[in-house]
């Protein structure tokens, strides 16, 4: 998802996996590995310090293949614990990426059409001011150039902690709303667009999205900390830090428990920093898809003039030393997650505790990433 949320007050420092570093107390240029782990460190650090995170992790794997977690701040603003190296947290919109896998896996067996109209599999349920469901593809859903207005920003935040939607629900807010712009004309954020796209598993299926999530992606890649949750669940399973939530005013609140079911098929998932970098990996090695949908899923569009481009459930980003990252990233209130993966096996994901309110904050985060996959 991608609600965003007031910046946070600044917290105490609490740092698991501290860097080494040479006796001067500087990294050493001559171990760039070194280097890195301390600039990691340090963009970790300065989003606690300076920018009010609660708590920052992330796990990076170098190009050597080997792994590093970090963690920075505290789990537990009224206790202080400490943050569980590699803890559990909600991905948000990285169950995009999730969903269109399984989408695509579909495709491969011949059971869907990419540039078939979304009507072909649910007749007059896509129907609204200028929006008509035979005019939109299945493409158009997961490259987000469906023209379809986002339901997330009509939905008010502080009734997510308790209130459950049915998928129906979600399209509803969002089909009260005008078409955006002719669908294909250009890119256009959209998770209804995904909440179409699950209904279109679960339509062709036969059975229920999370269930084809968890058989298709999740058990085959050993994925042992990622789920979709139940409906009703609002715990989170597994060691975690809490997630936080400010409105306009007053201090942050505890928002770890709420009800994910407006994310669904774009953002209901949890998973840790290690999970999502071997799910993006494995995605982009081509071991969940066959490679002619692996090839759709890279073909892009621009997303205006970020130097970002949208494939089919994920984005390719520039990097600062030269080449590209694949990944997604995603937002729900509680968490902020952001990472990604490179061509030659280097991988990165970052998460902190409460999503920013300046997006300069997340551009910071993005920061990070950029120095993991350079350094």
């Known amino acids: 998802m991608a609600l965003s949320l007031s910046a946070a007050t600044a917290v105490a420092l609490g740092v698991l996996a501290a860097p080494a570093a040479s006796g001067t107390g500087r990294p050493d240029p001559a171990r760039p590995d070194l280097v890195r782990r301390n600039l990691v460190q340090q963009g970790l650090d300065a989003l606690v310090r300076t920018d009010g995170v609660p708590a920052a992790l992330a796990t990076v794997r170098g190009r050597d293949g080997g792994v590093r977690h970090y963690t920075a701040g505290v789990a537990d603003l009224a206790t202080g614990a400490r943050v569980p190296v590699d803890g559990q947290v909600r991905i948000g919109s990285n ?43 299945v493409r158009q859903l997961l490259q987000h150039t469906s023209g379809l207005p986002d339901y997330e920003g009509l939905i008010d935040e502080a009734s997510l902690r ?19 712009f002719a669908p294909g004309e250009r890119f256009g954020y959209s998770s209804t667009g995904y909440v179409l796209a699950g209904l279109v598993v679960q339509r062709v299926t036969g059975r229920p999205l999370a269930e084809e999530i968890d058989r298709r992606v999740v058990r085959p890649l050993g994925l042992r900390h990622t789920y979709f949750p139940a409906v009703g669940d609002r715990t989170i399973r597994e060691p975690h830090p809490k ?22 098929a774009a953002g209901q998932m949890i998973s840790t920093d290690s999970d999502l970098n071997r799910f993006f990996s494995e995605l982009l090695a081509g071991h969940l898809l066959p490679p002619a949908q692996l090839a759709q899923m890279r073909t892009t569009v621009p997303v205006g003039t970020t130097g970002m481009a949208s494939g089919l ?22 968490y902020e997650t952001r990472g990604g993966v490179t061509e030659d096996g280097r991988a990165v994901t970052i998460a902190v505790t409460t999503v920013p309110a ?9 920061g990070v990433v950029d120095t993991a996959l350079c350094r």
């Open 243 to 264: 997630g936080y939530r400010k409105d306009t005013a007053g201090p942050l609140q505890d928002f770890t428990e709420l009800d994910p079911s407006a994310g669904w």
């Open 162 to 180: 308790d209130r459950y939607f049915e998928p129906r629900d979600l399209l509803d807010i969002a089909l009260r709303q005008k078409q955006q």
């Open 358 to 366: 300046d997006y300069e904050v997340t551009r910071r985060l993005e």
């Open 313 to 334: 459930g994920i984005f390719r980003r520039p990097l600062s030393c030269g080449g590209v990252y694949w990944g997604h990233g995603g937002d729900i209130p509680g």
């Open 95 to 137: 169950t995009k990426t999730f969903t269109a896998v399984v989408v695509l896996q579909l495709v491969g067996e011949g059971k869907v059409d990419l540039d078939a109209p979304v009507d072909t599999y649910l007749p007059g349920l896509v129907r609204g001011d200028g929006i008509d469901g035979r005019r939109i593809t």
